[in-house]
């Protein structure tokens, strides 16, 4: 029981970190309908820059600058490599998105050097003990900023002028410009926010251990989360995350008990396996639209 | 009647590859005009309200509002110069409320900031009281009380096309573009509509261009007419004299007659 339940907690934090990212793919599907695949470049590069500026600012600090540093790198991106191509195939700017993702990836990862980089945060590898079951803090510490930056988002898009005008072009983007919304702000801020979570994903993700190159791997589980939440939903991105990551966390558990043969661990399968049935069964997901099945 | 029109449209022309839509097209709209467009399907009546509020962009002629280009100009930037319009096929938010689509209508008078809107302070609470009051206002005007909290997918036809004119009156518009407001109506929602159009210019006084096939409320209702087949100008003239002249009954017949072949 208490196996089951360090497994849960720790699929939960996992899958926070998850949600963040699959949030900023689906904010920018819901604006120009098409996937990014810049994000595991960004989450990188916000792992990246915060394990240098947390020895100099302090981890909280690195962490709000390092994430406002990436935003801009994606508004920059954004208007320079995206925007030119609005209005082409919707497969031409993805692959686009990929070129970028590429790019980034290695700029940033040029900073990573050989010695091992840290990003700096309180939590390492301690774990609190609830009642016998064993919680890892940094998991706790995610769980909490993404249900913190959750609200954030739901405040954002409820009541502020630019949330509503966001909405309203993913609703409908001709109807929106005719209400005098305009969808440059619109694409600029999804990019820019997809950043920002990106990157504190990215921090996440690498705390409690040194970086690696391979971390942007993460970053791919994001797309068994959008296809299972819903490539259009936030909500779905909220859920699909943190179940995503619950199921892989239990996998991975009870691997040696299910495949005592099989020396790989089919935790790290298990969303891609997920994502394949989803695909099969429910191509728009728990909550998405059912027109949105394909990129 | 000298006063200064509200719009002015030159020789508007404007093709896609082989297709000319719209074939040196000129009209001007006065103050509190109902200007009616008519014309055969596929003659260009939408094309036209696409170039006024900048979705295409002309390859030859002159727009202008008060005296100001809008050719070259966003679809943004003209809402924000006054230019209001409803849709041929309804293009609502359908999973937001009446209420949210009006409050939308109103997102170019919005002037605060994020921040303060997130806070909910000073600026951003009183200005969002004045924008729901002027939404209650226009949902008192058309008659939408009962369907204010409802989302606008779930309601019938011809309370969507009434929402549609909402919004548009949200904006608080100089000019307001309407295509095909009664469109796939029945009797009695027309009558509605025809009704709140009417109200519109008489208590609001904006000027309109009407895109309609109901010939029976385009003559009760324009003050001017301008027909238009394939896109190009027939005449332009009050409902009594468009009617008696011989080259719209030619092209209207002429619509008929590629009709009948179509079905035969
Ligand atoms: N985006 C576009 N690309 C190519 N052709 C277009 C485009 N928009 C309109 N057209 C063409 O321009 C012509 C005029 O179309 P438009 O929609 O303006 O007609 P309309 O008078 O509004 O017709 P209806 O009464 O059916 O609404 C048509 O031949 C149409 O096919
Ligand atoms: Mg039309």
Redesign the interface.
């Known amino acids: 029981m208490n196996e089951l339940l360090t497994a849960v907690f720790s699929g939960l934090g996992q899958g926070s970190i998850y949600t963040l990212l699959a949030l900023g793919f689906v904010i920018i599907y819901k604006s120009m309908g098409v996937i990014s695949f810049a994000q595991p470049a960004f989450m990188m590069s916000g792992a990246i820059l915060v394990s240098y500026l947390s020895p100099r600012l302090g981890f909280w600090v690195a962490v709000v600058l390092g994430g406002l540093v990436v935003a801009a790198v994606a508004l920059v991106v954004e208007r320079l490599a995206i925007r030119p191509m609005v209005g082409k195939a919707v497969f031409v700017i993805a692959i686009i998105t990929i070129g970028v993702d590429i790019i980034v990836r290695v700029v940033a990862g040029a900073f990573v050097g050989a010695d091992p980089r840290l990003v700096g945060d309180p939590w390492g590898l301690d774990t609190w003990s609830l009642g016998g079951v064993q919680v890892q803090q940094r998991h706790v510490a995610a769980f909490v900023a993404a249900a913190v930056i959750v609200a ?1 988002l739901a ?2 898009f409820r ?7 966001m ?2 072009a993913a ?2 983007q ?10 440059g702000t619109v694409f600029a801020t999804s990019w820019a926010m997809a950043g920002f979570l990106a990157a504190i994903a990215g921090v996440f993700a690498a705390a409690g251990n040194p970086l690696d190159q391979n971390l942007w791997i993460v970053g791919l589980a994001a797309l068994p989360v959008i296809i299972l939440g819903g490539l259009d939903s936030l909500l779905g991105a909220v859920v699909g995350g943190l179940v995503i990551g619950v199921v892989e966390a239990l996998v991975r558990n009870y691997h040696s008990d299910v495949f005592p043969d099989l020396a790989t661990n089919t935790g790290s399968l298990a969303p891609y396996v997920v994502m394949l049935l989803v695909l099969l069964v429910r191509p728009y997901g728990l909550f998405g639209t059912k027109e949105v099945e394909r990129v | 009647m000298t006063a200064a029109p509200v719009l002015q449209v030159q020789d508007v022309t404007l093709a896609f590859g082989q297709v000319t839509a719209i074939n040196g097209i000129s009209f001007d709209v006065r103050p509190d005009e109902l200007f009616a467009v008519i014309g055969p399907n596929g003659a260009g009546k939408t094309s036209i309200f696409n170039v006024i509020s900048g979705v295409y962009r002309p390859q030859q002629g002159a727009v202008t509002l008060h005296g100001e280009s809008l050719l070259g100009r966003s679809p943004a930037d003209i809402a924000h110069r006054g230019v209001a319009r409803t849709f041929q096929n309804i293009e609502l938010f359908s999973n937001l409320t009446v209420i949210d689509n009006l409050m939308l209508g109103r997102h170019q008078h919005v002037g605060y900031g994020t921040l303060a809107a997130l806070a909910w302070i000073g600026r951003a609470r009183s200005e969002e009281l004045r924008h729901r009051r002027a939404v209650e206002e226009i949902i008192d005007f058309l008659e939408l009380a009962a369907w204010r909290a409802y989302p606008v997918g779930m309601l019938p036809y011809g309370v969507q096309k009434r929402v549609e004119l909402g919004r548009a009156l949200a904006m608080d518009p100089k000019l307001l573009l309407l295509d095909e407001p009664v469109a796939g109506m029945n009797l009695e929602e027309t009558e509605d509509m025809a009704r709140f159009i009417l109200d519109v210019r008489e208590d609001l006084h904006v000027p309109m261009i009407m895109v309609e096939h109901d010939m029976g409320l385009v003559m009760d209702l324009a003050d001017r007419v301008m027909v238009v087949d394939f896109g190009t100008p027939i005449t332009t003239g009050t409902p009594a004299e468009v009617q008696r002249d011989p080259r719209v009954v030619a092209a209207y017949l002429g619509g008929d007659m590629q009709h009948e072949e179509a079905l035969s």
Do not use: C, H, W, Y
């Not at chain 1, 001709?174 to 969808?183: D, L």
């Open positions: 954030l405040a954002f009541s502020t002028p630019i949330g509503l005008a909405r309203a609703l409908d001709e109807a929106a410009m005719a209400q005098g919304v305009n969808v």
